[in-house]
């Protein structure tokens, strides 16, 4: 009998039809939000509170704190219940509504830190309750477990899908997990494969990807798995998060318009060539931002 744990991974991907430039080169949208919570980061839950009860680091009595922008929070608060589980979501005030709400939901506590702080407020605020005692922080930014779902699922179902003719991925980078496990996969499988990152702009807002301060730089980040980092605007990011609804019927956030506009940017280099990007969530988790406004 079939749960809903056994839904996560194995997404669809599919060819854009009308937004690539190029003939020569094919653009394929791996399409995350088809996980059951909605999107790519259901994937590194799973993997993490698995490994973290298969490792006895959860024990009666013990609760679960992690600090999201958002799509992690939804999936741990998912997972986290369907292994009984307690968890507290932190993150900044300025969160969508019904990312809040879907948290709540699936029973999670969300607690919301000063949106001035920016992510790095809500980091400190939960690495300050587990110094209090009574609660485990999965630390997605440092846990390989993130990474490690990738290199098991999303990389072998690239590979496969792509009939083993993949020359470039493509993704946002936000605590890198998706691009550390694929990359790491693709490598081995073909050293020839392009990664190829996306941060935003100096200025530009893309919930789900970000440009990190040195300090705040994901552990599990390792600059030599990446072949190339492009900087994306917010503007690119939001035309093309429009045009994949629009002519593509592709219902998305900011951070996968951003990756499909890098892998626009890079078939405009290609004689040929097979570019795989990450389609990291849904477009209604944004519905009462301005995005689509």
């Not at 939804?74 to 948290?103: C, H, K, Q, S, Y």
């Not at 990807?209 to 990446?226: D, G, H, N, S, T």
């Amino acid at each position: 009998m079939r749960s809903v744990l056994d839904l996560v991974g194995n997404t669809p991907m599919v060819a854009l039809q009308r937004i690539p430039e190029n003939p020569d080169v094919t653009i394929y949208a791996k399409l995350e939000g088809n996980n059951p919570g909605g999107s790519v980061k259901d994937r590194a839950a799973y993997g993490m509170i698995k490994g973290a009860l298969d490792r006895g680091e959860i024990r009666p009595g013990i609760k679960l704190i992690e600090a999201t922008s958002g799509n992690t929070g939804i999936a741990l608060a998912m997972i986290a219940n369907l292994f009984n589980v307690e968890m507290e979501i932190v993150m900044p005030e300025d969160a969508t509504r019904e990312r809040v709400l879907t948290m709540e939901a699936f029973g999670a506590k969300v607690t919301l830190t000063p949106k001035e702080q920016s992510m790095e407020g809500a980091i400190d605020y939960a690495h300050a309750q587990v110094q209090k005692g009574g609660y485990h922080m999965l630390n997605q930014f440092a846990n390989p477990d993130n990474y490690g779902m990738h290199y098991r699922t999303t990389g072998p179902e690239i590979w496969r899908d792509s009939q083993h003719g993949i020359t470039h991925f493509v993704s946002a980078m936000g605590t890198t997990g998706t691009i550390m496990g694929v990359s790491r996969f693709l490598k081995e499988v073909n050293p020839g494969v392009q990664i190829v990152g996306c941060q935003p702009t100096d200025g530009s807002k893309i919930p789900g990807i970000r440009k990190w301060p040195e300090a705040y730089l994901p552990k599990i980040f390792e600059r030599q798995r990446v072949d190339r980092i492009m900087d994306i605007s917010e503007e690119e990011a939001r035309i093309m998060t429009n045009r994949l609804a629009r002519e593509e019927a592709i219902f998305c956030g900011m951070s996968s318009g951003g990756a499909v506009a890098a892998a626009v940017r890079v078939a405009r280099e290609l004689n040929s060539g097979i570019i795989v990007c990450i389609i990291c969530d849904r477009g209604d988790r944004y519905l009462s931002s301005d995005l689509f406004g």
